[in-house]
């Protein structure tokens, strides 16, 4: 009997690590940026696109211009069982130019520096209100003539 005890046990055991483990967050990084020492090497007034391109990569976000700067971005999301996935880190550092195509300046931005834009939002009202989908259906009962249905 005792060994059918240790048996529950140990199944209640895993159990309950296996339940305790399925709840921990888990956690996404999405974006690069390029390591602090990489971007030490850059140097304002000297370095041009094509060397800060050769040191440390191209990005994928440009600037609106050709004499836009240069975007890299990195985020890590956090998930968390049901929940939506919320972002614990952003980290965007940006490579400005002047219009030779040398470089201006370095800055490093992270989540603490940023702002929450609201978006305007243009949603275009329904000219249907308050008429349930059951009488819209029946509405046009009376409606229908045989011309309509022809073409006609």
Same mark, same amino acid.
């Given at each position: 009997?005792?060994?059918?005890?240790?048996? =529950?046990?140990?199944?209640? %055991?895993?159990?309950?690590?296996?339940?305790?483990? %399925?709840?921990? %967050?888990?956690?996404?990084?999405?974006?690069?940026?390029?390591?602090?020492?990489?971007?030490?090497?850059?140097?304002?007034?000297?370095?041009?696109?094509?060397?800060? %391109?050769?040191?440390?990569? #191209?990005?994928?976000?440009?600037?609106?211009?050709?004499?836009?700067?240069?975007?890299?971005?990195?985020? #890590?999301?956090?998930?968390?069982?049901?929940?939506?996935?919320?972002?614990?880190? #952003?980290?965007?550092?940006?490579?400005?130019?002047?219009?030779?195509?040398?470089?201006?300046?370095?800055? #490093?931005?992270?989540?603490?520096?940023?702002?929450?834009?609201?978006?305007?939002?243009?949603?275009?009202?329904?000219?249907?209100?308050? =008429?349930?989908?059951?009488?819209?259906?029946?509405?046009?009962?009376?409606?229908?003539?045989?011309?309509?249905?022809?073409?006609?």
């Amino acid at each position: 009997m005792s060994n059918f005890f240790r048996t =529950i046990k140990t199944g209640l %055991a895993g159990l309950i690590v296996l339940a305790v483990s %399925a709840c921990s %967050a888990t956690y996404e990084d999405h974006g690069y940026i390029p390591p602090a020492e990489d971007l030490e090497m850059i140097t304002v007034g000297v370095d041009t696109r094509d060397t800060v %391109a050769d040191s440390i990569g #191209r990005p994928t976000a440009f600037g609106v211009l050709q004499e836009g700067g240069w975007y890299y971005a990195q985020s #890590r999301w956090r998930n968390f069982a049901y929940k939506a996935p919320k972002v614990v880190d #952003r980290q965007v550092v940006a490579i400005s130019f002047d219009k030779d195509g040398v470089v201006e300046n370095v800055e #490093r931005f992270t989540l603490e520096d940023g702002r929450v834009i609201a978006l305007s939002r243009r949603v275009t009202d329904s000219n249907v209100k308050g =008429i349930t989908f059951l009488r819209q259906l029946l509405g046009n009962i009376g409606n229908l003539t045989t011309g309509r249905l022809i073409g006609g």
